[in-house]
């Protein structure tokens, strides 16, 4: 693989980002985490991912917030984003959450496996 990172996740539950830095220790993806909206936007800016994985619920935005703000920089050029929740949402939300800028929204709790596949389709 190249030097670009290939994943970020943004989620306020350190829980959750703990067991993806487990998951995917030893491997051969470059993956950061970002605990908040601030650390997401810098780190999505700054490393321009591939793939960026982004809770609705974050503790001092949604995600649908920080999609806003990285829309403002242009991330679309380089990064795939998905939101990533434990929220339900019905067909006409998600919809809207596309046509917002999210490629999928992606139900918790999701698989090592489905995200390695995710960044396949996009590397």
Known sequence: MDNQLDLVFVDDDEGFLNTIDISFEGGDLNIKT?????????????EKPKVAFIDYELHDQTGQQLLVKLS?????????????????????E??????????????????????????????
């Not at 403002?72 to 006409?92: A, D, I």
């Open 72 to 92: 403002e920089s242009y991330v679309f050029q380089h990064t795939v984003l998905y939101l990533l929740t434990g929220k339900s949402f019905n067909s006409e």
């Open 94 to 123: 998600e919809g809207l959450l596309k046509t917002l800028g999210f490629t999928d929204v992606l139900y918790k709790p999701i698989s090592k496996e489905a995200m390695v596949e995710i960044l396949k389709k996009h590397s």
């Open 34 to 46: 970002a605990l908040n909206f601030d650390e997401g936007v810098k780190l999505i800016i700054n």
